[in-house]
């Protein structure tokens, strides 16, 4: 097992364009999570799935955001329409949850860096 | 005011130098404590986690959380230049359902030659 693994890279977009990004989490975590970094800034929480269900979207996450995870394996995260705000990176974790709801740590991938020009 | 506080630095110290590392919080339900490490353009590295209060070594790394103040620290021994990187205090309440991670804004660290 590689870890997280994250595509593409980098994204460099023009602004109103759509871009989609995916994270493949590590293969026996059941629980993937969305997070976007600014520069100089901590990652923000965007989203999180348990299995293939979307448990809890963060208020940074507009309508112009969609993620899914079709089949509680990798997810995809959609920009519709981006704007020069949405430039970050935008980063996947995953983790495991015990049967009694202990959460274990989180595993990050090394990100997407979205550049919207 | 941010939940959770973290001094953004930069921290410069000569290589050898013992690093102190801090976060103050102030939402009482965080019960997990994490720090990672981020190189630059680099995703975060998980260095170190701990559920209770007291300390939690682990080779050069000690992380220390004091619920009663809210305060977490990371001390590194005997800093190297490969130390060199911005090192993120994170915490979540230890539910089954609130799990997302609340950061730090990141503290930069450089260690000299």
């Known amino acids: 097992d590689t870890g997280v693994s994250q595509n593409p890279r980098h994204k460099i977009t023009k602004r109103g364009q759509n871009v989609t990004f995916r994270c493949d989490p590590i293969?026996?975590?059941?629980?993937l999570y969305w997070y976007r970094q600014t520069l100089g800034q901590g990652p923000e929480f965007l989203t999180y799935?348990?299995?293939?269900?979307?448990?809890?979207k963060s208020r940074l996450l507009s309508d112009r955001f969609s993620a899914e995870r079709p089949k509680g394996s990798f997810s995809t995260l959609e920009i519709q329409r981006t704007e020069q705000g949405d430039s970050a990176m935008y980063l996947c974790a995953s983790s495991s949850i015990s049967n009694r709801g202990l959460i274990y740590e989180q595993y990050f991938g090394p990100g997407t860096r979205l550049t919207v020009t | 005011q941010k939940e959770v506080e973290q001094d953004p630095g930069p921290l410069s110290v000569p290589e050898g130098a013992i690093v102190s590392l801090n976060c103050t919080y102030s939402?009482?339900?965080?019960?997990?404590f994490m720090w990672y490490r981020q190189y630059s353009r680099k995703g975060p590295e998980l260095l170190m986690y701990t559920y209770s209060s007291g300390n939690k070594e682990d080779g050069r790394f000690t992380a220390q959380v004091d619920k009663s103040s809210k305060y977490i620290s990371l001390f590194i021994r005997d800093s190297q230049p490969s130390d060199s990187a911005t090192y993120l205090c994170?915490?979540?309440?230890?539910?089954?359902?609130?799990?997302?991670?609340?950061f730090g804004t990141g503290t930069r660290l450089q260690v000299t030659l």
């Open positions: 293969s026996e975590h059941n629980r």
């Open positions: 994170a915490m979540s309440p230890l539910t089954g359902t609130a799990s997302k991670l609340t």
């Open positions: 799935f348990q299995n293939e269900a979307q448990l809890e």
């Open positions: 939402n009482s339900a965080f019960q997990y």
